[in-house]
């Protein structure tokens, strides 16, 4: 139910499947290409805790998912609690009800895990 509510508010960003692209280079760069929002930066595997630390913005930025791999797809997932936050503070500023809906419904699950599955 989460992850039908989650795809149905990104798609109104523009996030939907295909929009997203990641290259991981040799030497530890990566660029990213999410909706119409360019990113790069440096990552570094944590191979042993499958966990990979990416920078942005010049380093400025860190964040740190954990890595699923399955077959030939990689899922980088994130906390969400951090996104939730922002979530509900948007929703309640905005007055979106698909979104406070959203927030209200991810906020009863401790532990939760946000993220994208890239496929090669």
Avoid at 9 to 30: E, Q, R
Avoid at 61 to 76: A, D, H, Q
Avoid at 100 to 109: P, R
Wanted: proline share 2%.
């Amino acid at each position: 139910q989460i992850e039908t509510k989650l795809n149905e508010t990104f798609s109104k960003f523009g996030v939907v499947p295909g929009a997203c692209s990641f290259t991981f280079n040799n030497n530890n760069t990566y660029s990213a290409q999410i909706s119409a929002l360019p990113m790069n930066g440096q990552y570094a595997l944590d191979a042993a805790n499958k966990k990979l630390t990416m920078t942005y913005l010049a380093g400025l930025g860190t964040m740190t998912p954990n890595i699923v791999k399955t077959g030939n797809k990689i899922s980088l997932l994130y906390e969400a609690d951090k996104l939730l936050a922002i979530a509900q503070k948007l929703a309640a500023m905005s007055g979106n009800t698909s979104l406070q809906a959203l927030a209200d419904l991810a906020s009863q699950y401790d532990g939760l895990m946000i993220g994208l599955e890239l496929q090669k």
